[in-house]
């Protein structure tokens, strides 16, 4: 059986502590069972190994999340990435021709397609068991999770079963109801639609074949442009003949907003803190290196990343997505396959220049790709660890208090080597444009 | 005519932006009638040049305060430093003595101290004529002044005055007494301590030279240490046979809470911020670069400065010193005689080594003394601005992009010539520790 993670998001609504470059899923802020702490995608992955379901797993995802995704869990996973932004469905049909075109999967295996970003307990991983062997069984070409509602809500999509069952076949969907005709809808037994998807192989393929048919992988990813942008629900589940939906009744949460994922951080701060004695209902986050102090608040949440300083009550804390726009800049965080940088001071000049001052954290064994920049200069002082440097084809090793000076048209790249790397670099020049950089390859 | 102003203290109470090296009267929070902001320090000698005193401006503080004090306003004011922390007394008499001794003042000239941390109105300058003007008519040996109480307060001291009257001979006084005696004093007419003191420079010099004789006013500095610790309300005040007291009933507040000075700030914010729809007797001052955002919040407090980031319900901000020794560490920002500099970042090792970057901004024509650090190598990129550079006795021009090495050892001094000259630093060695610099003289 193999299991397809979606993930994706643009991190506004957990702002400051999620970016671009970091969505929600990525938050070190719930605790794991082995004591310290743990992302959504973490838990999530930690949640299927502890299950009896015996699954590969591929993420589909972009770009700029392949990183984070390796850094919290390792190489040796299968992780497609699209090369531009669409919908779910050409992600889960680029994913889908993966797992045929690159990992041979046959037609007749099971595919289990779902989110990496909602709070649940075991229980789901059970009903992903029902529902994958529901396909197996032939009783329905797409088989969907449904989950009890605990309210009327109008944010959810609406799965209407024929009748009772383990396993009941859908009559119709119905998304973002009214408040009065969500209330009708769970009346007649209606399920929110939990967005896992179950199918054969074989039966994505053929819709695939619609669209895009490629002789490879890559020819298919290169094409990628050609699948529309539309939802897999839209495309996919909408269209089909014989829909079914298994039924899961325990927890279910999307931790995407602040007064949501506060209710299970495990203690009232996380970080560099100190609550005052009278607070109450509040919840503090604090990433950075100053000392956060929060007293006399109630039911505030605060978050303090290199992106901004949030203050909010709980209550409007499901809104601040309509202020980010006008806050965001260039994430000021970012993890990397070779670990992860901070910016630590920038400044753009009227002449058009600009300084950019970053610390670098290499980690042991990763490095940074060869390569020169035509605008900027950079010099780098190493202020811990050891490793080793290249600069246009000279090797050097490094160690703390070394200054590597690298003028612009310069090839260099970097090695962490026997410890973690750290180094101040700071930049002076024109402004990053992705021009500015070219790439090579350096043999280690 | 001559006033001294006395500027102390050690910046708890508006925590994260005063610190040891910042104190409350140097913050820039308060709007000057010129358009822009000012400071507490600034906003006072701009009241004193606007009244009608004809005085020259002495300042008594401490060497950390001395930079800011030139850099707020600027070169050709007296400032008396005392070499080690005692009390309003010594302070006293350390100014007194250089008015003496270095300014050559007669015996006869009529001294007024005062604090430099009240706000008050225009009617407390003329209030400070009268009391000088009673002290050359020889109505008391000192004349001091008193603030009308607006109701009874425990914080304060009580002068008792004989009867009512212009400049009134004082009975008697009581320090911080209980509600109920404060409201029985505020019945029999007593009026707050302002903290402000009116004497000849001759009665003075007398109480002086009961506890050193010197020959200079530098020797005279040298023996600070042979002052006794003690205010000047005790030593001098309570103990003068003829003592006055002039009234005052102008505005007259300590912004020395958060409370407090909130209500003289110019709007809702300052700084990088960004309010939200939703708040309600809100503050918020952002001194980082990073934007900080406030939604949905009540009487709340928010500061934030390269020392840490404070969130308080404004009812609770008077208790916030506390907690702040617990969080208060070296300071991350400090003004100089040459500019200031800001840490962006700081590690500790487990090896007893550190790592410091910081951000320096040299002020045009300013320059950094010429120095050695016997422990610690440092590397510092211009990033913007001209000057000239010196390492062992060799004189360079550096611009922008320049990388100056300076290994542990060397002497080194820097000057901004034509431009501010900004710089970021990097330290790596062993901790910062006094005996670690040495300085020396460079003819520019």
Redesign the interface.
């Known amino acids: 059986m193999q299991l397809i993670l979606l993930s994706g998001g643009s991190g506004k609504r957990l702002?400051?502590l999620s970016n671009d470059a970091r969505s929600k899923q990525f938050l070190p802020l719930l605790k794991s069972p082995a004591g310290g702490m743990e992302s959504m995608i973490q838990r999530v992955v930690r949640q299927i190994r502890d299950s009896s379901l015996d699954v590969e797993l591929t993420f589909a995802t972009n770009a700029v999340q392949r990183d984070s995704i390796i850094n919290q869990l390792g190489d040796g996973l299968g992780i497609v990435t699209e090369p531009q932004r669409r919908d779910t469905f050409p992600a889960i049909a680029l994913a889908c021709s993966y797992l045929s075109m690159e990992k041979h999967c046959s037609d007749d295996e099971v595919v289990v397609v779902m989110p990496c970003d909602v709070f649940t307990e075991d229980g789901y991983f059970s009903t992903i068991g029902r529902m994958a062997q529901a396909v197996s069984e032939d009783l329905a070409d797409i088989v969907l999770m449904g989950i009890s509602p605990d309210c009327p809500s109008e944010k959810f999509g609406y799965i209407v079963p024929e009748c009772e069952g383990e396993v009941m076949r859908v009559l119709r969907f119905t998304e973002k109801p009214s408040l009065d005709k969500a209330t009708m809808l769970i009346g007649q037994g209606a399920l929110w639609n939990g967005g896992v998807f179950s199918f054969r192989l074989g039966y994505l393929r053929k819709l695939v074949d619609r669209y895009v048919q490629a002789e490879s992988f890559s020819e298919l990813r290169g094409r990628y442009g050609e699948f529309p942008k539309i939802s897999f629900d839209y495309e996919v589940v909408e269209k089909a003949e014989s829909v079914a939906v298994v039924r899961y009744e325990g927890v279910w949460k999307d931790l995407g907003t602040w007064n949501a994922l506060c209710e299970e951080l495990p203690g009232t701060h996380i970080g560099n803190v100190?609550m005052?004695d009278?607070n109450e209902g509040t919840s503090?986050i604090?990433e950075?290196?100053?000392?956060?102090?929060?007293?006399?608040?109630k039911d505030?949440v605060?978050a303090?990343s290199?992106?901004?300083?949030?203050?909010?009550?709980k209550?409007?804390?499901e809104?601040?997505k309509d202020?980010?726009g006008?806050?965001q800049h260039r994430p000021?965080y970012e993890e990397r396959r070779w670990g992860s940088y901070r910016v630590?001071?920038?400044?753009d000049?009227d002449d058009g220049?600009m300084?950019l001052?970053k610390?670098l954290k290499i980690r042991d064994g990763k490095c940074i790709s060869y390569q020169l920049h035509r605008h900027r200069?950079e010099?780098w002082?190493v202020?811990?660890g050891k490793g080793e440097f290249v600069l246009d084809g000279e090797r050097r090793s490094v160690s703390?208090?070394d200054?590597l000076?690298i003028p612009a048209g310069h090839l260099h790249a970097v090695r962490a080597y026997g410890a973690d790397l750290?180094i101040?670099e700071?930049q002076?020049?024109c402004p990053l444009v992705e021009e500015d950089i070219e790439r090579f390859e350096w043999e280690w």
């Open positions: 702002w400051p100190l005052g009278h503090a604090n950075l290196g100053m000392p956060l102090f929060c007293e006399g608040l505030i605060v303090a290199p992106d901004g300083i949030m203050v909010c009550s209550e409007r804390s809104y601040i202020y980010v006008s806050m000021m630590l001071d920038s400044t000049y220049s300084m001052t610390s200069n010099v002082t202020v811990d703390r208090g200054v000076n750290s101040i700071v002076v020049g």
